[in-house]
């Protein structure tokens, strides 16, 4: 038996500081008074189940083991009277090497709860479906076509895919076969520009993905880019509506 | 004298603009009222959709109005669906956008501090999904670059804006906390931008 391929990632912890964090909550200790060998010792043991099980232990798992045997020789150490801290409120302080990892579990905790607050959000948020803007171009006229000083940032290109990504998970029929094809970007780029150069106009920039196809609209998308940077097309963004067109550049040689 | 039915015009427009939505000033833009009147109609059409049977209510996100399904009928949405998976953000990468959202414009050694590990791959991800972008460079030596939220973000947690982000928990009680203080100038100086 062979199990040299077979490769457990333990996702459970997010790094060093939540590992601490859920010994701390487990041993059920006061974080501003950690004890320091028990909770090295278990944190070690954790590391050496890591390894035993093959698992990479990303270095900073190490460093904190590090800190933590460094913080406990320290507390072992009798104190100095130059180690003797003021505070910014001018009172005398003796400093704790502790204090330091505290603050960071502290700080680092703030943003672990945060980020349960989002991820209820983003749950709600899930639960509320929209529809693409309707296309009101045919009533728009010539005088209306003129555009603001154009600036379509990278940024505003990817929240276009965003939302097409989105609207296309709507639109993707009940039963799909998938078959899976590499398409070159080479290709899918003078495809677009034969389809901009055919239709003398500009088109919408979510019209040029017909196909409802993860890796067709991500090679689009790229094929895109790419002619951008080319400068064979040309962005384009109304001031009212943040639709972004794209056309051909019609190539004054 | 003809009743102008403000509502309906309102109703028609967010139809129109879907998920873009529409913001108070091109309401009051077109409708060619002030956008005081304006806050009115729509407060008036978002009561309306509330009270009703209907499918369909308007939410305000990222600050505009859109017309979205009401949250009871998920679940018949996702029947349309092939597969109702929604895909939602990893561990990391929430726990990387809740700094940046709480700390904007933050760099990444900032946020690898405060996580304790290595957050290439987040950042990449969440820059990916438009969820945050570059805002500019730190001082110092190396130039960082400072990352910040996006409106995309906004709308995908259902947020009307930053300042709708909760206050962070907070813990410290004893120690003064300058990063507190910070937040509130931030989103003072957010609210005199809104304004």
Known sequence: MQYDHYNVKIDAFEGPLDLLLHLINRLEIDIYDIPVSEITEQYLIYIHTMKELQLDVASE??????????????????KHDEEELEDEFGMEMEEDPRDELVERLI????????AEELKEREQDRSLMYTKPPADLSEYVNDSQQEKA?????????????Q????????????????ARQEIPIEKRMSE?????????GRKKFTDLFPISDREHIVVTFLAVLELIKRKEILVEQDRNFSDIFVASMEGEK | MEII???????????????EGLSLKQIAHVLEVE?????????????????SSRGIMVVELAGTFQLVTKKEFSAYLKKLVESPSSASLSQAALETLAIIAYRQPITRTEIEEIRGVKTERPLQTLSAKALIKEVGRAEGTGRAYLYGTTKEFLDYFGLKSIEELPPLPDKISEEEDSF???????????????S
């Open chain 1, 163 to 178: 939302k097409l990504l989105r609207r296309k998970k709507l639109q993707r029929p009940l039963s799909a076969k998938v």
């Open chain 2, 180 to 194: 507190q203080e910070e937040a509130d100038l931030f989103f003072e100086k957010f609210q005199e931008l809104d």
């Open chain 2, 35 to 51: 956008e005081l009147q304006a806050r009115e109609i729509m407060d008036s059409l978002i009561e309306d959709y509330s009270n």
């Open chain 2, 5 to 19: 039915n403000w509502k309906g015009i309102a109703e028609s427009l967010l139809f129109a603009a879907g998920d």
């Open chain 1, 192 to 200: 677009i520009v034969d389809q901009l150069r055919n239709f003398k």
């Open chain 1, 149 to 161: 000083d154009l600036n379509v940032s990278l940024y505003d290109m990817l929240g276009a895919l």
């Open chain 1, 61 to 78: 798992y190490l460093v904190m083991a590090a800190t933590l045997l460094a913080i406990k020789s320290k507390m072992l150490l009798p």
């Open chain 1, 107 to 114: 700080e680092y905790r703030k943003y672990k709860e945060a």
